[in-house]
């Protein structure tokens, strides 16, 4: 099993920028793949950014390339997202989610373990 718990969200003005963590128990994060979701209200949820585990490779949303950042830090078990030149589009609930079966995954049904979410609101 593995536990995840988001850290990070809040109410930022359009422009703004807010680092989401994402602390990982139960598994070593190095052989996970991890990614951050989002969910608007009314609206499915979509991949923001994946990090594979040991090779570093990424994936991003179109909408948040060169704005946003996926990163990790084996050592602390976080993965950490950073989001910069926020949008009030990006205004949604943020989840963290793993598997240990993957390197990048686009889906949501490829990630068995989820956390349980962090608001981001963007002000205009």
């Known amino acids: 099993q593995v536990q995840l718990v988001e850290s990070g969200g809040g109410t930022v003005q359009a422009g703004g920028s807010l680092r989401l963590s994402c602390a990982a128990s139960g598994r070593a994060l190095s052989v996970l793949g991890m990614a951050w979701f989002r969910q608007a209200p009314g609206k499915e949820r979509e991949l923001v950014g994946a990090?594979?585990?040991?090779?570093?490779?990424?994936y991003y949303l179109d909408s948040v390339k060169g704005r946003f950042g996926i990163s990790r830090d084996n050592a602390k078990s976080t993965v950490y997202l950073q989001m910069n030149s926020l949008k009030p589009e990006d205004t949604a609930e943020y989840y963290c989610a793993a598997d240990p079966r993957i390197r990048v995954g686009k889906k949501p049904n490829e990630y068995a373990y989820w956390g349980q979410g962090t608001q981001v609101t963007v002000a205009s």
């Open positions: 990090i594979s585990g040991r090779a570093g490779m990424t």
